[in-house]
């Protein structure tokens, strides 16, 4: 969700190991990883203008700070939230078409390798 819109939902699968959405992916990357050997080499951090929620700009609401906006595009029209995968949907006019190499981790990065669903996870009380 980016401020105040849904723009990628999908099963575990489909958001790490194949994001759509530049927010996704960036949400990705700033993900600390404790293991130096399974660090990402690659950064990435977001620029641009932080859209104000009482009054949020037209078109995509993350189209003043995604590195891949096209002008009179992205910032004019709303993306839906459209399936892209029977489990997965994205509201990105780009999905699919956002460069491989963009400093944003993939399925191939390996420090978005995560345990399996059946682990338990013990909160401090």
């Known amino acids: 969700m980016y401020a105040g ?5 999908g099963t575990r699968a489909d958001i790490y190991d194949n994001p759509q959405h530049p927010y996704t992916r960036a949400l ?12 990402s080499t690659q950064s990435f951090a977001l620029s641009g203008d932080l859209p104000n929620p009482a009054s949020p700009p037209a078109g995509c609401r993350f189209s003043t700070r995604c590195p891949f906006a096209v002008p009179g595009l992205c910032d004019v029209k709303e993306p839906p939230l459209a399936s892209w995968a029977p ?3 994205v509201a990105c006019h780009l999905a699919g078409d956002l460069p491989e190499d963009t400093g944003l981790p993939r399925s191939s990065d390996p420090s978005l390798e995560r345990g399996t669903t059946d682990e338990t996870v013990s909160l401090p009380r």
Not at 5 to 9: A, G, K, L, S, Y
Not at 28 to 39: F, G, I, S, W
């Open 28 to 39: 990705l990357a700033a993900v600390p990883v404790v293991d130096p050997a399974r660090r």
């Open 87 to 89: 489990t997965h949907a």
């Open 5 to 9: 819109r849904i723009v990628e939902t």
